[in-house]
């Protein structure tokens, strides 16, 4: 197998090349690229957990999927997201976790770069931590698909979990949905649609699996949205669980709900519509983030068409 890789000291030159190359050259980025530096996210999160001297044992398991790059950036986003609690825990400012504006196809340049962003805000860390092991240079491995990266960097974000000791907790769940309020209120207001709606009464204990089934309910509504304009919808089916559902579980597919919005916004000309950044939220329980997701489903459900 053909491997190819890069020092340290370039890759700060690298990324700088990419920045500035033309369109051509941006089209050569591939997920096989992005591969590699999600391996190197990985190389610096366990530098970490040594550093703390967490044993690295996570519950891990790849999937097999056909995913879109759109899916594969929304998961690099909760590593960042997963490095804010980290920041907060230890008494570190948070940073706000950015956002990007709707496009119709996602490149995987955006990804790769992304997975940039990653590694200096791990960087960052290892500096205040006082952290000075290196890792070892990138590594290129064709043939990677964005289930690849996708994969990796799920692994990454089980042991940010390790390392905060903590998991995602209902209350992040709730800022997530938020967002997607937002981006179909913006929906809304676009096609000039009024909005009757109002919150459904609220389910006293629900449990995240309930959750769950109503992020597909919701999930259903955005991809009969997708069918209308003709954009390529991905089987999430895999991502339904079998056994008991944890808050994170729904986190993850609040978060691709968020991702398959975003071809819809572009579609509409809302390409400078950028989801406003989570809000944080203390002591949400799954009752509120089902009410909440029940509530932009009945949204979601007055376009009848775009």
């Not at 050259?25 to 366990?46: N, R």
């Amino acid at each position: 197998m053909r491997k190819r890789q890069y020092n340290n000291k370039s890759g700060l030159f690298f990324l700088a090349f990419l920045l500035v190359a033309s369109s051509s050259a941006a089209d050569k980025i591939t997920p096989s690229e992005v591969f590699s530096q999600a391996a190197q996210i990985d190389k610096e999160v366990m530098l970490i957990l040594q550093h703390f001297g967490i044993q690295r044992e996570n519950q891990y398991r790849p999937i097999k999927a056909d995913l879109e790059p759109r899916n594969v950036w929304q998961k690099s986003y909760f590593v960042l997201v997963k490095i804010n609690i980290f920041r907060r825990k230890n008494t570190f400012p948070a940073i706000a976790v950015n956002s990007l504006e709707p496009v119709l196809k996602l490149d995987p340049l955006l990804v790769f770069e992304q997975t940039q962003r990653i590694l200096t805000e791990l960087h960052l860390i290892k500096r205040r931590l006082n952290i000075n092991k290196e890792t070892s240079p990138p590594v290129y491995i064709p043939g990677k698909r964005p289930i690849d990266v996708y994969n990796l960097l799920h692994k990454t974000s089980l042991d940010l979990d390790i390392l905060n000791n903590e998991t995602i907790n209902p209350s992040y769940v709730y800022a997530e949905v938020m967002r997607i309020f937002e981006d179909t209120n913006a929906i809304l207001r676009k096609l000039r649609l009024e909005d009757p709606t109002f919150p459904p009464e609220k389910v006293n204990n629900i449990t995240p699996k309930e959750s769950l089934a109503a992020v597909f309910d919701l999930m259903k509504e955005i991809q009969r949205l997708q069918r209308g304009i003709g954009i390529k919808r991905v089987d999430f089916s895999v991502f339904r669980g079998e056994k008991k559902i944890q808050p994170s579980e729904v986190f993850n597919m609040v978060g691709m709900s968020l991702a398959e919005l975003q071809p819809i916004k572009a579609h509409l000309d809302l390409k400078h519509r950028i989801t406003p950044p989570a809000e944080f939220h203390e002591e949400k329980t799954p009752s509120d983030v089902h009410q909440l997701l029940r509530w932009v489903i009945r949204k979601i459900q007055l376009i009848k068409s775009l």
